[in-house]
């Protein structure tokens, strides 16, 4: 079973940055598709980003494309979503979630899931 952490989250201004961090263990990270969603109070679990197991082919949400960035490093086990330009309605817990290459890695299914982390922007 491929375990993800997350990590980064935190209270942040509006106009600014964040980084989040994915880890992986107790499996090959780069055999999988990681995928970035969110969830906001009240609202329903938002996709917002998504990097092949290479890291060659990214997608983004329309509400983050420009402003959120994508990106791993398989040799630390690690994907990062690099967050920037943050608004009041980034607010929400971001998980990211790994879904094998080999079963169409971003347009598959999420088996594997982290906890959360908390991302709050307010001024």
């Known amino acids: 079973q491929l375990h993800l952490v997350e990590s980064g989250g935190g209270l942040v201004q509006p106009g600014g940055s964040l980084r989040l961090s994915c880890t992986g263990s107790g499996y090959i990270v780069d055999h999988y598709a990681i995928g970035w969603f969110r969830q906001a109070p009240g609202k329903e679990r938002e996709r917002i980003s998504c990097i092949s197991s290479g890291g060659g082919d990214t997608d983004y949400a329309a509400s983050v494309k420009g402003r959120f960035t994508v990106s791993r490093d398989n040799d630390r086990n690690t994907g990062y979503l690099q967050m920037n330009n943050l608004k009041p309605e980034d607010t929400a817990v971001y998980y990211c979630?790994?879904?094998?290459?080999?079963?169409?890695?971003?347009?598959?299914?999420?088996?594997?899931w982290g906890q959360g982390t908390q991302v709050t922007v307010s001024s």
């Open positions: 979630a790994a879904s094998p290459e080999r079963l169409k890695g971003c347009g598959g299914s999420f088996g594997s």
